[in-house]
Structures are given as C-alpha cells and as structure tokens.
C-alpha cells in the first residue's frame, strides 16, 4: 500500500539544494515539448556505438545479436552520460546493454511469468489486485531495460491508446471496485501530453476514483520529459498523484534528475521509487542503502524492491531469495524505517505483491 501520507514525510529542506522549491530551476518551456521527443529519436540504440562511446569496445564479443534482436538496445545520451568510461560493470550499463547470457535458456524462465495474460479484462486492461486498475498504456519506452518483465509482452494488440482509450475508459467505468488508475506501460510517459490528458479527460467522468498513479522511468532516464506542459497536466488533475520512479542504482540520479524530481514535487507529486534487485547492479546492502539514500535526497521515498520476474532472457540478473532476504536485512539493519523498501516477489494468482520478510 502506498503510504498516503508520504508527502509529509519529505521535508523541504531535503539535503540537495534542487528539492528546495526556491532553488527548483524554472521548468522549461513550450519549446521543450519538441526538445524531448527529439532527444528521444536521437537515443543510442547500437551496442558497438554504446562500446564505442564508453572506450569498452573489448566488450564487443560479449554482445548478442540474436538478444538485440528480440528486443533492441535503446539508451538516451543524457543516461550513458552518467555510465563510467572504461567500466565493463558499471551497473547503469549493465541493465540495457544486450550480452550473450540472454540467450541461454533456463528453466523457469518463461514468456509470461507474472501472469498477465490471465489478468487482462480490456485492451491494454489488467486487474490482478482489489481496487487497482492497470493500464497498460502503450509499449514504447525511452529505454529498453534487459530484466523487463514485460520484453515479451503483445504490446501490437494490447495497449490502451490503440482504440483512443475507449475500451479501458469503459472497462474502468463498468467495474465499481476500482478506485486507483495506474499508468503503466511500457512508459505512460513516451506518450505525448496531450494523449495523456485525453485518457484523464476520460477518467475525470467516472466520479468513483479517488487516485491515479504513473509509473514511469523518465523522469530518470529522459528527465527533459518532465517540461511545463507535463506540469500543467498534472496541476490539473482532480486526483492525489502517486509517482513511482524506476531508479535501479543511485548513479541514476545527476543534476538533470533532481531538477525534474522537484518539478514533479513543486506540482504535488508523492514521489516513490520502485527497484529490481538485478545480479551486478544493486545486489549489496552498500548498493541498496546508496540508492535509497540518493533517492531521498531528491525528494523520493523507496517502496517496493522486487525480486526480478522470472522472464526468459534474464535469469543473469537473478538473486536467490535466501540471497536477498540476507540482503534487504542487512539494509534493515543500517538505515531508518522510512528509507527501506519492501521486498517483494509478484506471483500468478497472488492478492497483492507477496512480502519476502517478515
Ligand atoms: C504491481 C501491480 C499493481 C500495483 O500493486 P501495488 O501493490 O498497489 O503497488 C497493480 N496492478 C497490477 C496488475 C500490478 O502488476
Ligand atoms: S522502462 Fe520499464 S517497461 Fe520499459 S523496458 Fe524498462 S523496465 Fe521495461
């Protein structure tokens, strides 16, 4: 459950001068609608281009062509920016850059692991949870992460804004136990404003709903995205907004970040952080208390960290959960209450995400 009063919990006067509104930079302007799109057209999706740009061109032979295939490399310039020249580890570069382990089949590792298929009651439509409607609102993302649970997912036929939102507006109207809309995707935020506030102009109608939610990884991999006319949406909805980030690692955050994080917060936003615990990204408590102590200086409280779903193509990334129990304890035992974010693993058939601890 998302905690109701999380605004509350984040002070002003945060330890970065960017959560302090007065210091927030002015957001940018209407040009800035056009700035982002181009920015994301003009993302790296060759490896050997990422190699190159990284001085590891050594790395070359580890890369997959059969996996960039599947599910091509995206990665915006300002996001390999905060990648480490020369370092074959580095964590930012190891959640999108497509390596021959995904080709290794693995038992258990299969096409739709957390079961979406079975929970979709409208196009682009998935209920799994009491109250909570997820949409799944298009398949396109700034950056294509190799652990996502969704790289096998039939975005072509099963995303909300393919028939302009009418099928999930009524599926939502219809159902009177839901009272929270997630957007979710893919990112809800490669679509463009004005597609957004089609689908909250639509909402707005069904008096019943009491909070919206976005899940989106923008903010932190094209934080541009976060311009004056995503603002003014957002100023204009008729709902609390729950924002849940998708930061893996505290390297994610830079300057850029922290400006569109307190952008988000100048409008009311709560903002929360959502993590996969990945094999060779975060999977130390010195990784994990870095990331959620990075995370609230912007502003940003940790919620969920997931075990990662078990998709075929990413069995690299896997912890045990004896492994990550023995982590997130250790986590436990160095930072305060607010700063831990739950464990948890998303099961078929399960009434909410399971807890993994006690
Ligand atoms: C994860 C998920 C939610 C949200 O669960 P919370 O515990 O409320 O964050 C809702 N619907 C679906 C289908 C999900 O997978
Ligand atoms: S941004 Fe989210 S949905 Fe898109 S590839 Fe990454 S994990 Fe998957």
Request: with cysteine.
């Amino acid at each position: 459950m998302i905690p109701t009063g999380a605004m509350q919990l984040i002070p002003n006067d945060t330890p970065t001068a960017l959560a302090d509104a007065a210091a927030v930079p002015p957001a940018p302007g209407s040009m800035a609608g056009s700035d982002w799109k181009r920015l994301w057209r003009d993302a790296v999706r060759d490896p050997r281009e990422l190699l190159a740009l990284l001085d590891l061109g050594d790395l070359g032979n580890r890369i997959s062509d059969t996996a960039a295939a599947q599910f091509p490399l995206r990665v915006p310039r300002g996001f390999v920016a905060r990648m480490r020249r020369g370092d074959p580890h580095d964590p930012l570069l190891r959640q999108v850059l497509p390596l021959d382990d995904e080709e290794r089949p693995v038992p258990g590792f299969g096409l739709d692991a957390v079961g979406d298929a079975a929970a979709r009651t409208a196009t682009g439509v998935l209920q799994k949870y009491r109250g909570r409607a997820l949409l799944v609102t298009t398949g396109a993302c700034a950056v294509h992460c190799r652990y996502c649970f969704r790289r096998h997912f039939p975005y072509d036929e099963q995303t909300a804004i393919r028939d302009g939102w009418r099928e999930a507006l009524d599926a939502i109207a219809r159902d009177d136990s839901i009272d929270e809309v997630i957007l979710s995707g893919g990112d809800p935020l490669s679509l463009s404003t004005a597609k957004l506030a089609e689908l909250t102009h639509g909402l707005a109608a069904i008096p019943r709903l009491r909070r919206l939610r976005i899940h989106s990884r923008l903010p932190v991999v094209l934080p541009e995205r976060v311009d004056g006319d995503l603002l003014a949406w957002i100023s204009g909805l008729r709902w609390p907004l729950a924002f849940v980030i998708h930061a893996n690692h505290a390297n994610e955050f830079d300057a850029g970040v922290d400006a569109a994080l307190a952008r988000l917060r100048g409008v009311g936003a709560t903002l929360l952080n959502q993590a996969v615990l990945l094999r060779g990204v975060n999977d130390s408590a010195d990784a994990l208390a870095g990331l959620s102590e990075r995370a609230y200086a912007a502003g940003v409280l940790p919620y969920y960290l997931h075990q990662l779903d078990r998709v075929a193509g990413t069995a690299h990334f896997e912890v045990s959960d004896a492994e990550a129990i023995t982590v997130h304890a250790a986590l436990a035992a160095r930072l305060p209450g607010y700063l831990l974010p739950r464990l948890v693993r998303e099961l078929p058939g399960d009434t909410g995400k399971r807890p993994l601890t006690a």
